[in-house]
Nanobody, 119 residues
């Protein structure tokens, strides 16, 4: 099992910044990627940013140039630095980890952290 604990959400004014953190614990091996998703009320959960085991990153078009995903391997932590925040970034942000066991993918999710951007 893998446990994920997120932190760093909160209320911020438009144009401001926040940094989200997600720390993994438990049976951590064969991690393929770590990622951040978000879900706004009435919307489906969507990918925000992803970082693979090799360090490759990709971002949703809506956050490119404003958000940066990074990781600290020694701390088993992934970060999401969010800048130039907009009201439409308001959502619950979830951290997820995928690992492979005997070629089978296992996905784990955090409890989510609320980000509210006031306009």
């Amino acid at each position: 099992q893998v446990q994920l604990v997120e932190s760093g959400g909160g209320l911020v004014q438009a144009g401001g910044s926040l940094r989200l953190s997600c720390t993994a614990s438990g049976t951590i091996f064969n991690i393929n990627f770590m990622a951040w998703y978000r879900q706004a009320p009435g919307n489906e959960r969507e990918l925000v940013a992803k970082i693979t085991n090799s360090g490759w990153k990709n971002y949703a078009d809506s956050v490119k140039g404003r958000f940066t995903i990074s990781r600290d391997i020694a701390k088993n932590t992934v970060y999401l630095q969010m800048s130039s925040l907009k009201a439409e970034d308001t959502a619950v942000y979830y951290c997820t980890v995928r690992r492979y066991i005997a070629s089978m993918a296992q996905d784990y999710w955090g409890q989510g952290t609320q980000v509210t951007v006031s306009s």
